[in-house]
């Protein structure tokens, strides 16, 4: 990894700086990204983080980045022996009951009343993406409001419980953005093909705001 800040940052690169945005990465890599959806796998865009360059000192800032929460996937699929798509489908989709949520290309393409996007700097919305981990997800509103409701529910849904751990629960982590009043937000942000990042935050014992 390359950067002007130290020498071999990844040696302090988390998991937890990867997904909170903490890592220090630039928004996207060489092969894969927002501007370029042409690639060659997942495999060869997470390779070509390497020769990106720290925006920032691991841990020292927070920035939106795609590479952060892809190579946490990558990492997800190396330990566990299963593609990325395939364990969140056993471990997520599958016991929220989120049907019409998908990774999967083909099934996605068989769909036919699914929403197709429209973009001024390509011709036509690639179907296939890079960026899986971090944009390659197809869903429905009402399977994301199931999804939305599980981490706004402290990880319950139904009679499904997933313990959150210390940090997320509550809101409690002081590295959260705080609201007006000063009390700690839990966020859920999503990126576009476009970039663009919508984000759900809600205030501990308070209703959830755009």
Do not use: C
């Amino acid at each position: 990894m390359n950067s002007r800040f130290e020498e071999q940052p990844e040696r302090r690169m988390t998991l937890r700086r990867l997904l909170s945005h903490r890592a220090g990465f630039t928004h996207g890599a060489p092969v894969g990204n927002n501007y370029v959806p042409d690639f060659e796998s997942f495999e060869a865009h997470v390779k070509s983080i390497q020769q990106t360059w720290l925006r920032y000192a691991v841990g020292s800032h927070h920035a939106y980045s795609n590479l952060g929460v892809d190579l946490a996937g990558y990492i997800l699929s190396v330990v566990s022996g299963q593609s990325y798509p395939d364990y969140v489908k056993r471990h997520v989709l599958d016991p929220l009951g989120m049907a019409h949520s998908s990774y999967d290309w083909p099934t996605i393409e068989a769909t036919r009343n699914r929403a197709v996007g429209r973009w001024t700097l390509v011709k036509q919305m690639p179907l296939t993406f890079a960026l899986i981990p971090s944009g390659g997800l197809y869903s429905s509103a009402r399977d994301m409001g199931a999804f939305l409701t599980f981490q706004l529910n402290d990880g319950r849904v139904g009679g499904l419980q997933l313990d959150l751990g210390p940090v997320e629960r509550n809101g409690r982590d002081a590295r959260l953005p705080r609201s007006a009043s000063g009390q700690p937000r839990r966020t859920s942000r999503h990126a576009g093909r476009d970039g663009r990042a919508t984000e759900l935050a809600s205030v501990h014992d308070a209703r959830p705001a755009w």
